[in-house]
């Protein structure tokens, strides 16, 4: 079946780098998303990648795509005390209704 | 433009008691969904509708009711809350999917419910 599974916590120190971590099963997707829940708060869209592509970058965040492997992973530069959040990931297939999330990963940033 | 909104924010129920959590959006957005979230599990899919009269189970439906009388509003009725209901519950919206274009969900903030 289909599944997106990710680590749940991950701690960093501010200023160091951040690299949160995804797998998914269905080859078939055609975009890929991570989104941000902050404290309180419903989640937001943060970035996404077409899956034609192995790599975006957008300020501080880079989103790395391997297709063989069907593993996304989101990078945080320079991690900031305000990127504390539980970050998604989720697939959806182009043209369809089918969007599937991650289980999120708790990014705790330590002053 | 109030994106998706839900009320309320906050929710006490004893067991065996009924309620609708509410959730209206004015994006004209075809697609809306409940999702549930809970520790550990991310988010778990209740129901979903892809337009007004049109409705169609999750992955965790049971001891949930929705309806969808008008594009703009998707309530979730609760019909006798059990402890194991006690959650954060996410309504989300989105347009018609596009072959070739990226699917964008809008969430709105969540209501905590509590069943004691």
Redesign the interface.
């Known amino acids: 079946g289909e599944d997106v599974e990710q680590s749940l916590f991950l701690s960093v120190r501010e200023g160091d780098s951040s690299v949160i971590n995804c797998t998914y099963t269905d080859s078939s997707s055609t975009y890929l998303y991570w989104y941000k829940q902050e404290p309180g708060a419903g989640l937001q869209l943060l970035t996404y990648i077409f899956s034609n592509m192995d790599m975006k970058q957008d300020q501080r965040l880079t989103v790395l795509l391997n297709k063989k492997d069907k593993h996304l992973s989101l990078r945080i530069a320079d991690t900031q005390t305000g990127d504390s959040a539980i970050y998604f990931c989720a697939e959806s297939l182009s043209g369809t209704y089918k969007y599937i999330f991650g289980t999120g990963t708790r990014l705790k940033v330590l002053a | 433009n109030a994106g ?1 909104t839900q009320t309320p924010k906050f929710q006490v129920l004893k067991t065996g008691q009924s309620m609708t959590l509410q959730c209206a959006q004015d994006m004209n957005h075809e ?1 809306m969904s409940w ?1 549930r979230q809970d520790p ?4 778990r899919l209740i129901h ?1 509708s ?1 337009g007004a009269g049109i409705t169609d189970q999750g992955e965790v439906p049971n001891g949930y009711n929705v309806s969808r009388s008008t594009t703009e509003d998707f309530p979730l009725r609760l019909l006798s809350a059990a402890p194991s209901q006690t959650s954060v519950y ?1 309504c ?1 919206s ?1 347009p018609r ?9 809008y ?4 209501t905590r419910l509590t069943v004691t």
């Open positions: 998706v697609y999702y550990g599990m991310g988010l979903y892809v996410f989300a989105r999917p596009r072959t070739g274009g990226r699917d964008e969900q969430f709105g903030p969540g």
